[in-house]
């Protein structure tokens, strides 16, 4: 994402998280593993850092979510350039700075118009329906796009077991907002915390995913961890990172993004080669790790999908 005013309060090294520290923990962690023998269990994550590379055990890959004539980007690009502005603002601040976050003890709350709020342990999340990979266009609003093996399942699958209202339209998600642990919350980049949102069909959608991992492994620390979204016909600032909360209401929420700049993003932020960003054109993009750009696709090439859901709305007014 770009943006007009810089950082008032800068990032303090002190901030980091030392190598020694970082590399002292996972390497007690590899040994743990090693002892014990179960590198497979994400309960044993203490913190993101050990969290860094674990492998995720019984993920079936979902045969309707393959992408025949495109490549998997390398699991190092997906790593290494980051959008995560808690972190900092610069592609390759989140991997570094994101280390030190920590990811258990974590709980999601889902409540609002609901008949049964919950609380839940992201240990249980893991255990709500079977984890899925599944390879998913991903494109920024940046002009970058790439293809990632995500893991995870349908949200639908998690909104379903709180019982919506009548009077449910919208899902909003809330992103962790941890002063100690994120830096980047000193900027006034936006509106803290991230907010991100879906109206009711588009989160009960097969395609909107749940997210828990990505090239087999637990998501990164700068990638989302333990939680995130994922919805691949959406540009990838809807696909909020940490989630901590998720709200079922009735009004379209506020989202950080069109707070910041309502002029520039909008709520449903579907990708649209047709409708340029004011300052930029959408109508294509460079795959990460090509020299040459590609044509956008309409919904990000999952128009037979999702295209009936914007029947007769001008996708103009409604970017
Ligand atoms: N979620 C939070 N909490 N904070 C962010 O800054 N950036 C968004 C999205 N989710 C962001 C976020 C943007 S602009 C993009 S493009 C994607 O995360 C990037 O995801 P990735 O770095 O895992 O590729």
């Known amino acids: 994402m770009l943006i007009r005013s810089s950082s008032a309060n800068p990032i303090l090294p002190s901030e980091i998280t030392s190598c020694e520290l970082f590399a002292a923990r996972r390497d007690w962690l590899k040994s743990a593993l090693a002892v014990g023998g179960v590198a497979a269990l994400p309960g044993l994550a203490a913190c993101s850092a050990e969290a860094q590379g674990v492998k995720l055990a019984g993920v079936k890959a979902n045969p309707l979510y393959a992408i025949a004539d495109e490549k998997l980007n390398k699991a190092e690009e997906f790593k290494s350039y980051c959008n995560f502005y808690e972190f900092g603002t610069d ?80 899902i909003e998600f809330v992103t962790l907002a941890d002063k100690a642990q994120m830096p980047g919350l000193r900027s006034s980049v936006l509106d803290w915390p991230y907010v991100e949102g879906l109206r009711m069909d588009e989160a009960m959608h097969p395609l909107t995913m749940l997210t828990l991992g990505a090239f087999g492994e637990m998501l990164a620390p700068q990638n989302g961890a333990p939680v995130r979204m994922v919805i691949p016909w959406k540009y990838g600032f809807k696909s909020g990172k940490s989630i901590v909360k998720i709200r079922v209401v009735e009004k379209e929420p506020k989202t950080a993004w069109v707070k910041a700049g309502p002029g520039e993003y909008g709520f449903y932020s579907n990708v649209n080669p047709t409708v340029d960003h004011p300052r930029w054109s959408q109508g294509s993009e460079r795959r990460i790790g090509e020299f040459s750009k590609r044509k956008t696709l309409m919904f990000n090439g999952y128009a037979d999908q999702v295209a009936s859901m914007y029947a007769g709305m001008d996708l103009r007014k409604f970017i």
Do not use: H
């Open 91 to 170: 592609k390759a601040d989140p991997p570094v700075m994101a280390k030190s976050l920590k990811t258990r003890p974590w709980t999601i709350a889902v409540e609002g118009e609901v008949l049964k709020p919950q609380v839940l342990d992201i240990d249980a999340l893991y255990k709500l329906a079977p984890l899925e990979e599944r390879v998913y266009r991903f494109r920024c609003v940046e002009a970058w796009s790439m293809v990632i093996p995500w893991v995870g399942f349908s949200l639908s699958e998690l909104i379903k077991k709180v019982e919506p209202k009548g009077n449910a339209k919208y």
